[in-house]
């Protein structure tokens, strides 16, 4: 069942906010709807998802999809090159963009709306550090494991990292994701109705 953690909220997590600099936070940070399978744009914004499944897709020149990664309640997600470069797309060959997995809600942040928001706000600057240190320690973790183990084991330690995926995304995204056929990852998930990790 999809959680809703507010922006303000997971902020507060890490820094602290009075009354009215999170008013001010509030009013900055409007909150849209998006529709299940709907793009989220522009596509060199950053998403923070308050409820709902988000996934960041690349295109390669013959328009196949790949999963490069997911994002649900409390988690941020863009494709980071675009976000910080402010460039929608370097061209049709180096083509990504947000989708919504499930109907989902959303605060949007474009890198000029970021900035005016720091400056205003200094205090989210130490929020939006310890974000993105989070996601480059998790990024190059996944890169370690894409590179030192099985498919079966990536699935398995996915599987006992994030079980609240399981059930929330269809399984030709989640074999995407992991770099695997529809196929191979079907006969994994048929091996173990609980996963276990060969990871540690």
């Excluded at 910080?84 to 474009?110: G, H, N, W």
């Excluded at 720091?118 to 190059?140: D, H, M």
């Excluded at 929330?168 to 990790?197: D, H, N, V």
């Amino acid at each position: 069942m999809s959680l809703t953690i507010s922006l303000a909220a997971h902020i507060q997590r890490l820094v602290s906010l009075d009354a009215q600099t999170r008013q001010l936070v509030e009013l900055r940070t409007p909150v849209q709807r998006v529709p299940r399978r709907e793009r989220v744009g522009p596509t060199d914004a950053a998403a923070y998802v308050e409820s709902g499944l988000l996934r960041l897709v690349s295109l390669d020149p013959e328009g196949k999809e790949r999963t490069l990664d997911f994002a649900l309640e409390g988690w941020w997600i863009a494709d980071w090159n675009s976000f910080f470069q402010e460039r929608p797309k370097a061209s049709p060959l180096d083509m990504y963009y947000l989708e919504a997995v499930e109907e989902s809600r959303i605060v949007c942040l474009t890198n000029a709306h970021y900035t005016a928001l720091i400056e205003q706000v200094p205090a989210l600057e130490r929020y939006f550090r310890a974000v993105f240190q989070k996601i480059a320690a998790v990024n190059q973790r996944r890169v370690h494991l894409n590179a030192v183990h099985t498919g079966e084991a990536m699935y398995l330690n996915f599987a006992r990292s994030y079980p609240e995926f399981l059930q929330r995304i269809p399984q030709y995204m989640l074999a995407s994701f992991l770099g695997l056929t529809p196929e191979f990852l079907s006969k994994i998930r048929g091996k173990s109705a609980s996963p276990r990790s060969f990871l540690n």
